[in-house]
């Protein structure tokens, strides 16, 4: 059975640190790029970041580059996102989700990803 869990998510105060992480099974993590992407309460889904199958290439939405950072290691099926300097406006449901199998060392967070995690909160409040 393919899975996707997130985990990590939580609250914080303004400024705190938190790292999600996203554990594959059922399928090998390594020939998919992977995603993560959130959703604040009424607004639409918005793409966060990707990471190529090798983990060579990253992409970021503008607004985040330089506060997270994601990463993966293929040996334990896991993708991390690291959140620094959090902000009220980072409050939302944050998904990771894999888009494969492919043999492309590239990511794309416009693309049509196949399998979804259910999501962790984080909430950044005082």
């Known amino acids: 059975q393919v899975r996707l869990v997130e985990s990590g998510g939580g609250l914080v105060q303004p400024g705190g640190s938190l790292r999600l992480s996203c554990v594959a099974s059922?399928?090998?993590?390594?020939?998919?790029?992977i995603g993560w992407f959130r959703q604040a309460p009424g607004k639409e889904r918005e793409a966060v970041s990707c990471?190529?199958?090798?983990?060579?290439?990253?992409n970021y939405a503008g607004s985040l580059r330089g506060r997270f950072t994601i990463s993966r290691d293929n040996a334990k099926n896991t993708v991390y996102l690291q959140m620094n300097s959090l902000k009220p406006e980072d409050t939302a449901v944050y998904y990771c989700?894999?888009?494969?199998?492919?043999?492309?060392?590239?990511?794309?967070?416009?693309?049509?990803?196949?399998?979804w995690g259910q999501g962790t909160q984080v909430t950044v409040s005082s």
């Open positions: 989700a894999a888009d494969g199998p492919t043999f492309k060392f590239i990511c794309d967070m416009t693309a049509e990803y196949n399998y």
């Open positions: 059922g399928f090998t993590l390594g020939y998919y790029a």
């Open positions: 990471i190529s199958r090798g983990g060579g290439i990253t």
